[in-house]
């Protein structure tokens, strides 16, 4: 039997073969947000309640990045078998801004830089009762 698959945090993202950030624009000012910003603009010179959902860029280039050795407390959810993984900051192609985020599996730290240019796939982060709970991560473009 199948593994269901599902988001471990819905409406964050699309899925499918060209995954999307799910963010939102601001009606006056234009101003991208993520995760989506529905009550009030947080561009300081723009007093606007409206908003539009937008897909984000599914490119951008690595900002800077870090590896983690140590196993985050709860609620991350890691699983038995924890591994050191790799956290980038990625500013997006359009919206110029800087969305974090987990290296895709098997994306080698030492292959990493600056500048680099990554694109978004969605990946298993772990299983729950028969469930793969999927998130958003970076791979490198040429990978």
């Not at 590896?67 to 991350?76: C, F, G, K, L, N």
Request: contains cysteine; proline residues 6%; hydrophobic residues 35%.
């Amino acid at each position: 039997m199948a593994k269901e698959i599902a988001p471990a945090i819905a409406g964050w993202y699309t899925s499918g073969d060209e995954p999307h950030l799910i963010g939102s624009q601001c009606k006056q000012c234009q101003t991208y947000f993520f995760p989506k910003q529905e009550l009030f603009c947080k561009n300081p010179v723009c007093r606007s309640t409206e908003f539009d959902e937008v897909e984000l860029s599914r490119r951008g280039k690595i900002w800077s990045y870090t590896e983690h050795y140590y196993r985050p407390p709860e609620p991350y959810i890691s699983g038995e078998d924890f591994q050191p993984y790799t956290i980038a900051a990625v500013e997006l192609e359009k919206e110029k801004m800087v969305i974090l985020g987990q290296l895709a599996n098997g994306v080698q730290h030492a292959d990493l830089k600056a500048g680099l240019e990554v694109e978004l796939v969605v990946e298993e982060l772990y299983e729950q009762d028969d469930t793969a709970m999927t998130v958003w991560k970076w791979k490198p473009v040429d990978a």
